[in-house]
C-alpha cells in the first residue's frame, strides 16, 4: 500500500506534493511563503515532538514526518556546503509521550527510538518528558544517548544505574564546523525540573553555572556558544546561562535553542544573543541563520573568527512541517525531494503504525470539537462536551448511580483536538494520562459547590499539576493549529486574474521579538479562547434541583489530587474533618479516563465518516 503510494507520488506532475504517509493529507499548493535567509550559520531546530514521527494525518499543513524531515535535512547540508556555510541540526528534547506510536508499543518507545536513530542532528537534549517514568530515563540513558554519542548533551541531569550518579550524557561539547571551521562549545540544559522519577536528578541551573567544569567551558576561546535548552525562552534559567556566558565573553556570539512551552517564539537577549523556540508536535522546524560571523573579505583565508564588534545579523524563521514547505525551501521539487534515507523512515513509520494498529477506526464524532478554537462552553468545545455529555454518562458507580455527583477533572487532562476520525491513535493523543476515578461520599452541598472556586484558586492541586507537567498541553497558546476544515478556500478574489493567487490557510500568526513576519506561511490569523483549568460535570441531579438542590452529593476526582480535595474540603468548613484515606476508588481502577473515552466513543459515536 505504501509503495504503491511512493511509486504513485513520483509520478504525479511537480507542482502537486503528496503526503508520504498512507492516511495523510497532501498539503495545500498556492500557498504564500516567505524565504529564508542563509548567513555563515544556519541552524535547523525541533523540539517537544512527543512521538508525533509520523506527522499530523488529519492536518494537511503538517503532514510531513520524520522521513520528510530527514530528506529536508540532507538538501539543506548540500546547500549550505554549495554556498561554503554551514548548517547545524538541533533537537531540545521531548521526543517521548503523546502520541501512539511512542504510546501504544509494549514497552513504550520501542519503535521510536529505531525511528529517531537516522535522525541527522548535531546536538540533542533531554526534555521533563523522558525522565517522568524511570524506564523511559533507563531507556534513553542505555539506548538513546550511546547511539547520539557525544553529540547527546545533558549539562544538569545525573542518572543513578545502580551505582551512584553519573552524568546522564555527556556535559559539554566543543567541536568545529564541517564547512567554516567555526569553533563552538555546546550545552544541553533542562530547566529546574523536580518532578522526575527516583533514578535521576536535575540539578538546579544556577547551582550547575558555578560548577568547575562549567566555569572551564565558558573560559575556552571559541567563535561561539551553543545553548540547547528545554526551557522556556522567557524563563529565568535561560537568562542565568546567557548572563553567565555573557560575564566572561562579553563579545561571542550566544545562540540558545528553547522548548518546552509548546510554541513558536523569539527572544533577543543582546546584540549578539537570541532564543528561538520552534513549537511542537512536528509541526515547526525553526530555522535561524546568524550572518557577519566571519569578515567577507577572509572567507576564502582558512582564517576564521567572528570579527570582534561587527555586526551580526540574526534571522529566524518558522517553518510548517509539510513537503511543500521543505521542497520550496530546499530548492527541490517532488522529484528530487526525498533521499532514500527518509523515504526509509517513512516507510519504517508506516510499517509501525500498521503494527500498532494505530489507524484502526474507533468511531466519528458529531463534529469537530476543539480545547480552544471554540469558546466554553460552547457546542463545538471539547470540555463542554465532556461535561455535559461524556462525563456523566461514563462515570459511574454502579452501586451509587442514584446519588447526584461532581466530577472534576483538570483542563490539562485533554490534550488535543478531536477531529472527525477518532482513532486507536486518538486515545493517547487527546488524553495520555493515566487517570483513576476516586470519590468523597455524601459530601454536604455547601462544601461540594465551593470545591471548583477552591480549584480555581491558586492552591489548585490542578494548578500544580499543570505546573510540573510545564507544558501548555491545552492551554491557549497563541498558537494553534487548525484541522483541514478550516482552512480557507482558494483566495476570496475568483476574479483577480492580474494579482497573486495565493491559496492562504488559517494557521500560525506568530508574533516575536523581530515583530510578525516570522512564519513561513503567510496564514490567516485564528480566534482562540480560553480554556478551563478545571472542569465541573454533574450528574443524577434530581430534577428541579435548582429551586431544591440535594443536601450532599458523592465528589468525584482524579486519584492524583486526593489529598487536595481533603485539603480543599477542609479549608472550607474551617477544620480538619477528612483526610486522603477516607476515600474511595469510585470505580475499577482500570476504569481510567482514557479507557472511558474509548468505550464512549465505540458506543455512542458511530462508524459513518
Ligand atoms: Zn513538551
Ligand atoms: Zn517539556
Known sequence: ??????????????????????????????????????????????????????????????????????SFISHMRRRAKEKGVDLLVIDTGDRVEGNGLYDASEPKGLYTRRILEP????????????????????HEHTQTIPFF???????????DMGNGWEPMANRSLRFQTENLGLDIMAFGFLFNFTGNFKN????????????????????????????????????????????AIRQQNPETPIQIFGGHSHIR?????????????????????????????????????????????????TFRRYLDFNRAGFQHHSNTTEDSFDTDAGLKVSKDIALYRQSLDLNRLIGC???????????????????????????????????????????????????FDIFKRFTYDTTFIVSPFTSRFMYAADIPWEVATRLLGYFNDDASPYSVEMQAKGEHWASA????????????????????????????????????????????????????FDTP???????????????????????????????NVADGMNRIVGEKKWKKEDFGYYMSREDTLTKLMLEFVQEEWGKEC
Not at 532564543?275 to 550572518?291: I, K, N, V
Not at 480557507?488 to 491559496?503: D, F, S
Open 1 to 70: 500500500m505504501l509503495l504503491l503510494r511512493l511509486a504513485a507520488a513520483t509520478a504525479l506532475l511537480q507542482t502537486v506534493v503528496v503526503a508520504i504517509q498512507p492516511s495523510a493529507q497532501n498539503p495545500l499548493d498556492g500557498q504564500e511563503f516567505r524565504d529564508l535567509e542563509w548567513g555563515d550559520l544556519n541552524f535547523l531546530h525541533t523540539t517537544d515532538q512527543h512521538g508525533w514521527h509520523a506527522g499530523h494525518l488529519e492536518e494537511s499543513q503538517y503532514s510531513a514526518d520524520l522521513g520528510d524531515y530527514i
Open 477 to 528: 497558546s497563541s498558537n494553534q493549529p487548525l484541522p483541514e476544515s478550516m482552512m480557507l478556500p482558494v483566495n476570496q478574489i475568483p476574479l483577480a486574474r492580474g494579482r497573486q493567487k495565493w491559496r492562504k490557510t488559517i494557521g500560525y500568526t506568530t508574533e516575536d521579538a523581530f515583530g510578525k513576519q516570522g512564519d513561513d506561511v503567510v496564514h490567516q490569523a485564528f480566534q482562540k
Open 365 to 415: 464524532a458529531p463534529r469537530e470539537y476543539t480545547l480552544s478554537r471554540d469558546p466554553y462552553p460552547s457546542a463545538g468545545n471539547w470540555y463542554s462536551y465532556l461535561g455535559e455529555v461524556l462525563l456523566p454518562k461514563m462515570v459511574v458507580n454502579k452501586t451509587r448511580a442514584e446519588v447526584p455527583r461532581m466530577i472534576f477533572i483538570n483542563g490539562g487532562s485533554q490534550r
Open 149 to 159: 554519542g557525544d553529540r547527546y548533551l545533558s549539562s544538569n541531569i545525573d542518572i
Open 119 to 138: 535522525f541527522d542532528v548535531d546536538i540533542i537534549t533531554t526534555g521533563n518528558h523522558e525522565l517522568y517514568n524511570g524506564t523511559t530515563a533507563l
Open 533 to 563: 483549568k478545571v472542569l465541573q460535570a454533574n450528574a443524577s441531579f434530581p430534577v428541579g434541583w435548582e429551586a431544591k438542590p440535594p443536601q450532599t452529593v458523592d465528589v468525584v476526582f482524579f486519584d492524583f489530587i486526593a489529598a
Open 200 to 243: 535521576t536528578r536535575v540539578k538546579p541551573v544556577a547551582t550547575v553555572l558555578e560548577e568547575e567544569w562549567f566555569q572551564k567551558a565558558i573560559r575556552e576561546p571559541v567563535d561561539l556558544f551553543l545553548v540547547a535548552a528545554h526551557i522556556d525562552v522567557h524563563t529565568l534559567e535561560l537568562q542565568q546561562i546567557h548572563d
Open 265 to 313: 517564539d523569539f527572544v533577543e537577549f543582546d546584540s549578539k544573543s537570541t532564543a528561538l523556540e520552534s513549537g511542537r508536535y512536528c509541526e515547526t522546524a525553526g530555522f535561524l541563520s546568524l550572518d557577519g560571523l566571519v569578515p567577507k573579505d577572509e572567507k576564502d583565508t582558512s582564517f576564521v573568527k567572528p570579527k570582534d564588534g561587527a555586526p551580526m545579523k
